[in-house]
Structure formats: C-alpha cells, structure tokens
C-alpha cells in the first residue's frame, strides 16, 4: 500500500508540473445495476486511480495547481457505520485524506457546492472531456455557475483542456512499482494458459477449458479477468473477437486462447495457440511456425529509438512470405504486401499499448509520425494467421486459426518479454501437453 501511495503522490506532483494555473477534476466510475438490486462488480475509472490509489465508486479526484502551490483533494463516500452492515467497508473522508496522502477530503454529497467555490478566478479546467455526457453536464452547470457570479467581481475559467492529453502521456510510460505489478501479472497469466493446456482434450466445451483459467486467476491472486476471454476451437478460432465460448472442442481442432488476468488494475494479455490433441497436424505446424517466426521477427526491431510499427512491418513481411510459400498467395513479396492481398489471412495490426487498460492510452503517433520506442513503455507483440475457407484454400489449411500474443517492456538495452514463462515453441507445447 505504501509503495502505492508513493507512487500516485508522485504522479500527482508529475501532473501538476505537465500543466499551466488551474483546476484538475478526474472522476471515477460508478457502480453499475446488473438487474433488480444487483450491481455488477465495480471497476474504478483508469485515469483516476491512477492518480489516487483509490478503489472506492463515487469519487473525484480534485487538483488546484496556482503559481506558488498545489492542493490535491479528494471527494468520497461519507463514512456510514450503517451502509457498512450492507456494503461492506468505507474509508471516508477523514481516512482517505489520511492513508492516500490527501491534502483534504470532502464527502461527495458537497462537490457541487464546494467545486465552484474551487473554480472562481481559476484560468482553466481540466478534464476528461466527452468521456461521459454526465459529467459534461455537470462541468458545465458548475461553470455556468461561476459565469453567474461575474458582477461581484469573480473571473470563471475561459478554457476547458482534456486532462488525458498529459495523463494519458504519462501513464504511456511505466513507473518501477508498475513494472513490477506488470510482472506479476504476466506469471499469473502464463501459468493459467499452462492450465488450460494441461487440462483441454477433445470432448470438452470450450467454456470449461475457460473456467480452468479463471479458477487459476484467483488461486494466483487475481480476482478479476482483463477482458472478455476468447477460447476458441476449430473455426472459431478465425473470428477475432470470438466470445461465445461455447463449442465443443474435437479431435484434431486448434484452440485459441486469448486471455488475461487483472492485478492491482494492471493488465496480462496472452495469445496461445495449440491443438486440442496434443499433437499439430503437418499443416497446423506449417502455419504456426511461420506465425512464430514473425513474432520473433518483431521482437528484433524492439528497442529504444525504433519505431512503434517497426514490429507490425517486419511480422507482416515474414507472414506475408509464408503465404507465398504454402501457395495461399500468388506474386513476389513485394506485390502481396503493395496490393494487401495479405490482408485476407492477416488483418489486425500486431500490437497496443498495455498497463491499467490492456488497450492502453498513449498516442500511437506524434506530429503525424510512428513514435519512437522510448524505455518504460509496454506493448502487446501479437501476429497472427487466420485462413477461412475460401477457392485459393487447401483444404488441409481449412479453419486454421493462429495468434501468438507476448506482453512485452521497451529497456534500455532493448526488451523484456513479460509473458516469456508461458510455452510457445511446438516442441514445448507438444510435451507440456503429452504429460
């Protein structure tokens, strides 16, 4: 907790030094009604934690930045000994203030009252613009407010900023306490996707396969998925965003698996693909190893000084050669990547940003330019290969879907696969599952 804390204080202090005279209001999310009484689980908003540490719904983070000195400030559920029967534990003010190093803490019941008394004669307001029409609203009744107090000599703010331009620059670039919550989850996700390939075997839904990984997430410490898990067998392993999970998976089929656990807030992003029998047919290894060789293709142009699609081009060429080489594709290398025909086996980009949100924030390019790599940042390598039916198809190619995804940290000296624990080589994977 004290690293934590530590470790937003700073942010804090970061973020006011990014940004000119002003006021900072960053909300959290609020739960959400699942049905009747029901709520589903709550996710604190991103930016927000990431400034406060605090993991508690209706809240606002609030950051006075003058010439001379900068208040941060908290708004947050009262304490209610009797709400705690109910809900369960709530710092309140006074213990928020205190534990994450607050300057003050208010209860959210006075933000209305009190955030226009904190936006007289401010020059700005930063915030996330158009990120929830809500909060739009709000922002602009408390700032028609303001205007409203104009004749006792009041100035209200005469510029409205999107604070996510500096935050989300900042996040973009990973603090020491990060990268080790970014390690943990990258162990935790491997060896739940060592699980699931222990444990799948023809006859199996592919929901259960799923539930194997779930129950290692939190037997490991994680208590939530990142995202929407994709285990998908057969066919189903050529839809990108499949999520029905429901098949059941046979002999001789692929299973892809893309899922990731949360830690802290912090994500894991794993893609592994292997048969369901434990044994690739010669056409599956043919399309997984060429797979595997463009992402070590992009693993080569990782470093600092390189370009963010430097991977993305070098996987595109290696996959678009062994499309030429298995007679998917006809013409030179240079004409299949000129013309995109690659695209009908390879259509997403090979990576994102990843941390807090595993698609995280960051710009992808700066003054219209790929960004360079710079140490700190955390990106996903994910190639893929995806071969549907179709009249230029074999039919040993038929319904052959591959993805191999790796989280990995930009160094100084180049790069740290975060998610290296995690099988991937047909010889590995052939004898984790013949055991």
Known sequence: MSELIAACTARRAALAARLEPGIVIVPTTQEIIRNADSTYPFRFDSGFYYLTGFTEPDAVFVQVIGKDKVENILFCRDKDIEREIWDGYRFGPAAAAEQFGFDTAYPIEELDKRIVEMMKNQPRIYYPLAK??????????????????????????????????????????KDEYEIGILRQAGKINAQAHIRAMQFAQAGQMEYQVEAEMLHDYYRQGSRSPAYNSIVASGANSCVLHYGENNARMNDGDLLLIDAGCEIAGYA????????????????????????????????????????????????????????????????????????????????????????????DCGAYKVDGEWRKLQTGMVMTVEPGFYIRPAANVPKEFENIGIRIEDDVLVTATGYENLTRDCPKTVADIEALMAK
């Open 268 to 359: 894991s992003d794993i893609t592994r693909t292997f048969p369901v029998n434990g044994k690739f047919s010669p056409a599956q290894r043919a399309v997984y190893e060429i797979t595997l060789a463009a992402q070590e293709a992009a693993f080569a142009t990782i470093f600092p000084g390189s370009t963010w699609n430097a991977p993305h081009d070098a996987a595109t060429r290696v996959l678009a050669q062994g499309m030429i080489d298995l007679k998917l594709l006809t013409g030179s290398l240079q004409e299949v990547l000129e013309k995109e025909t690659y695209k009908q086996f390879y259509m997403h980009r090979t990576g994102h940003w990843m941390g807090l949100d595993v698609h």
């Open 132 to 173: 929830e029409m809500r909060w739009d609203r709000r922002v602009n009744r408390w700032l028609s407010d303001v205007r409203g107090l104009a004749r006792t000599g009041v100035a209200a703010p005469t510029a409205m900023l999107d604070v996510r331009s500096a935050l989300d620059e900042m996040r973009l670039f």
